[in-house]
């Protein structure tokens, strides 16, 4: 059961990583540097896809990094309960 739970979670951080390149790619079209400081400091990128991203399926967007995200931890505490 934990190796399901594992795989699931697995699939939502990769849901969660590709919105959170689709940011990034955002950011350095926009400007340069917009993208190096999101790169480097996780509380620009939080500032910038809040503020400044624009896209037409933002929502989406911006549910598919942080939604999964917090399933996946709720996932990984499951799996952890399996495994002791």
Do not use: N, R
């Given at each position: ?8 979670m ?56 942080f939604?999964?995200?917090?399933v ?13």
């Open positions: 059961m934990a190796f399901v739970l594992l795989g699931l697995g699939l939502l951080w990769l849901i969660s990583a590709v919105c959170s390149i689709i940011t990034l790619i955002g950011a350095f079209q926009d400007e340069v540097w917009k993208g190096i400081l999101s790169l480097l400091c996780g509380f620009y990128w939080l500032y910038f896809i809040f503020a400044e991203f624009q896209h037409e399926k933002k929502g989406l967007i911006l549910a598919g990094i939604g999964p995200t917090v996946a931890f709720i996932l990984s505490y499951g799996a952890l309960a399996f495994t002791v």
